[in-house]
């Protein structure tokens, strides 16, 4: 068996996420590091962006907020300036509000808080095991992928267990909102005018909000400041205490995205040793204090890239490989075709789990906006490996995988496996 290759043309629009349903399409992003690493793509409907594609351009350029501001826009669709500031969180700013915002949280998904939850992690990893496994044959997606992250969220954020199957659609119905199977508001198919100013221009975003203000209003009462939302409703270092509009749309974030990029990086990384030929024996009988399982956990974190792009807008006019970026033009960073970039990566359409060092672009490395949870996300990735690897001996396909809908989130959705236990 061979790991998934890409099928596509070469010349994919970026602009469609019907370009990405078979996956990201690495063939066109290949093509352009090597013909157009900065490239005008045109967006039907919208105004066009420039795709940068070649690592250390997007490494560079992440690091430059003066010049590419996150304030406007961190998605490709086109919004008014009453849209960006009603469903903003702190990723859609730049420093120093970013800087003033991300201290307040900072801490508790710091290296050693997130370190505190190791033995929490692999007791929920065994559970999920315990109970995926005995069935040998199933969606390891619905049934291990989507589990631990989800189980997770609810003691970061403190909610009860009997929410959290709701928190998660909800949270898929936000990020995912360019799939039918996860909303029935199709970002590019249904008109959700009516939602402009609310996250991700979801209906989602106002069910979650008034939630997450029961939630919080629940933790008063018991006079609770345990957990995030405690820390993030507090008086910053000047004394500023974050707004409704910013609350809101913060508890949706970390719904949305401290859930499914972790899935979808599990998802992968099943995938893989599934597919990949010898990768599952690299693995076996490893002892859990090897440091290979760092390396392999952000190799495959590497190799699913959940986040493929980021959108940033031109502050200035600047030149890059011969073309002009003009002040307000968009500019689309892709993580996914960085982290496949040959000249940073040897042999990149490999999963190598000894890869080191592993520079890649999956947590957008390099600049202000670097993922807050992505101490978490590597925590969860090796603990559910370590786990996986003591309990199966093989895996392999049951069935065919589907990957996501979206041009921004990229993931393995539906993933039947067969399982031959140890």
Known sequence: MTIWHPTDDGHADLSSHDSFTAGAPHNTFARLRREEPLAWCEFPGAQGFWSVTRHADILALNRDFATLSSAHGIRLEDQTEEEVLARRTFQETDPPEHSRTRLLV???????????????????????????????????????????????????????????????AKGDALIANTDPEFTSHVLDQADTDAYRLMPFRSPAGAELFDYAQRLMKDKRERNDSSGVLHLITQPDSQGHVISEAEFRNFFCLLVAAGNDTTRYAIAAALHALAHQDGLMAQLQD?????????????????????????????????????????????????????????????????????????????????????????????????????????????????????????????????????????
């Open 286 to 422: 490893v002892p859990q204090d090897a440091p290979l399982w760092d390396t392999a956990a952000d190799e495959f974190i590497r190799w699913a890239s959940p986040a493929m792009y980021f959108r940033r807008t031109a502050m200035r006019d600047f030149e890059m490989h011969g073309r002009t970026v003009r002040a307000g033009d968009k500019v689309a960073l892709w993580f996914v075709s960085g982290n496949r970039d040959d000249q940073a990566f040897e042999r990149p359409f490999e999963v190598n789990p000894h890869r080191h060092p592993n520079r890649h672009l999956a947590f957008g490395q390099g600049g202000a906006h670097v993922c807050l949870g992505m101490w978490l996300a590597r925590l969860e990735v090796r603990v559910l490996l370590q786990e996986f690897m003591q309990r199966v001996r093989a895996v392999e396909p049951a069935g065919e995988h589907e990957f996501l809908r979206s041009n921004f989130v990229g993931g393995i959705k539906r993933l039947p496996l067969r399982m031959h236990l140890s």
């Open 106 to 168: 900072a801490k508790a998904f710091s290296r050693p808080m997130i370190a505190l939850f190791e033995e929490q992690i692999r007791v929920l990893c065994r559970e999920i095991l315990d109970q995926a496994l005995p069935q040998r044959e199933f969606c390891a997606v619905r049934h291990i992928a989507r589990q631990l992250p989800m189980r997770m969220l609810g003691r970061i954020l403190g909610t009860p267990d009997e929410d959290l199957d709701w928190l998660v």
